[in-house]
Nanobody, 123 residues
C-alpha cells in the first residue's frame, strides 16, 4: 500500500482558485495511477479526475472539465489538483487515491486513500 496525505484545502470565494497536493510514500509512486475524488455531506463519493502513472493520460468529470487540472511530479511523489473558477457546488472533502497500473473512475478500484482535505467555496 502507498500512504497518501492531502493538503491545500481551505475556504475560498466563488471564482477563486486552490491547488490541492497529495504526497505519497511507502511504494514506488510511478507504479500508480492517481485519482482525485470528492464527497459532499449527504452525497456519495464522486470521481473528479485521474492521471496515469506517467502523466500521459488524464480524465475529468464533466462538472470540472475546463476548470480543474490534474498533474503529477514523480520525482516529488506528489499529485496536484489545480482548481480554478471554483463554484459553491465544488464544496466537498477532496480525497486522493492510488491504484496500481491503469486509470479508473471508480472509487472501489482504488486501494489507497488519503484522509481528505476540506474545500469550501462561498457564494
Amino acid at each position: 500500500q502507498v500512504q497518501l496525505v492531502e493538503s491545500g484545502g481551505g475556504l475560498v470565494q466563488a471564482g477563486g482558485s486552490l491547488r490541492l497536493s497529495c504526497a505519497a510514500s511507502g511504494r514506488t509512486f510511478s507504479d500508480y495511477a492517481m485519482g482525485w475524488f470528492r464527497q459532499a455531506p449527504g452525497k456519495e463519493r464522486e470521481f473528479v479526475s485521474v492521471i496515469s502513472w506517467g502523466g500521459g493520460t488524464t480524465y475529468y468529470a464533466d462538472s470540472v472539465k475546463g476548470r480543474f487540472t490534474i498533474s503529477r511530479n514523480n520525482a516529488k511523489n506528489t499529485v496536484y489538483l489545480q482548481m480554478n473558477s471554483l463554484k459553491a457546488e465544488d464544496t466537498a472533502t477532496y480525497y486522493c487515491a492510488a491504484r496500481r497500473n491503469s486509470v479508473s473512475k471508480v472509487p472501489a478500484d482504488f486501494g489507497s486513500w488519503g484522509q481528505g482535505t476540506q474545500v469550501t467555496v462561498s457564494s
